[in-house]
T-cell receptor, first 116, second 114 residues
């Protein structure tokens, strides 16, 4: 089974509008972490936001927030007030512990295009 | 703040040649991960090291080897290069054992095999 599922291969959003990128995950661990990364066309992988499985509050970092619904095993990224520079590939990832070491899993990504 | 440093940024090689990619983790980070990302693909885990010992192994070909040195930097050695090895290679580092451990990536090495 896929550990991380991103069902939206591509999305369009109008500049200044909010957009939600979907991510669901699969784990039987109680302690795990969820991440979102942004990969612009230049290729680097930029860390955006992190949510720990025990964190009661949804994580927020500036215009980014993570809508964490533990029972549904979803960790959607919300970008408010989209900017043209937000056009990029977005990856959802999960960290869980396997044999006492951290293991990270990535989704297939969502390509976001922000329209002027 | 210091980030993960990878070198070289770009590398062009011929088939059957060898290549060495280098990664310098964030200071104090003890764990290094290597990922391979083909065009339009998500990153695929290759191998990881914790305290200079291999901690996990993914889909790394036998033609590739890697190690982590005493200063925690890591090198990915690739031999008998094939066209299909053309990809973006990421190194990432983290501090093992932290409850809120995060994974930080370098800028990647773009390898082109001709």
């Amino acid at each position: 089974a896929q550990k991380i599922t991103q069902t939206q291969p591509g999305m369009f959003v109008q500049e200044k509008e909010a957009v939600t990128l979907d991510c669901t995950y699969d784990t039987s661990d109680q302690s795990y972490g969820l991440f979102w990364y942004k990969q612009p066309s230049s290729g680097e992988m930029i860390f955006l936001i992190y949510q720990g499985s025990y964190d009661e509050q949804n994580a927020t970092e500036g215009r980014y927030s993570l809508n964490f619904q533990k029972a549904r095993k979803s960790a959607n990224l919300v970008i408010s007030a989209s900017q043209l520079g937000d056009s990029a590939m977005y990856f959802c990832a999960m960290r869980e512990v396997l044999y006492n070491f951290n293991k990270f899993y990535f989704g297939s990504g969502t390509k976001l295009n922000v329209k002027p | 703040a210091a980030g993960v440093i990878q070198s070289p940024r770009h590398l062009i090689k011929e088939k059957r040649e060898t290549a060495t990619l280098k990664c310098y983790p964030i200071p104090r980070h003890d764990t290094v991960y290597w990922y391979q990302q083909g065009p339009g693909q998500d990153p695929q885990f290759l191998i990881s090291f914790y305290e200079k010992m291999q901690s996990d192994k993914g889909s790394i070909p036998d033609r590739f080897s890697a190690q982590q040195f005493s200063d925690y930097h890591s090198e990915l050695n690739m031999s008998s290069l094939e066209l299909g090895d053309s990809a973006l290679y990421f190194c990432a580092s983290s501090l093992e054992g932290q409850r809120n451990e995060k994974l930080f990536f370098g800028s990647g090495t773009q390898l082109s095999v001709l």
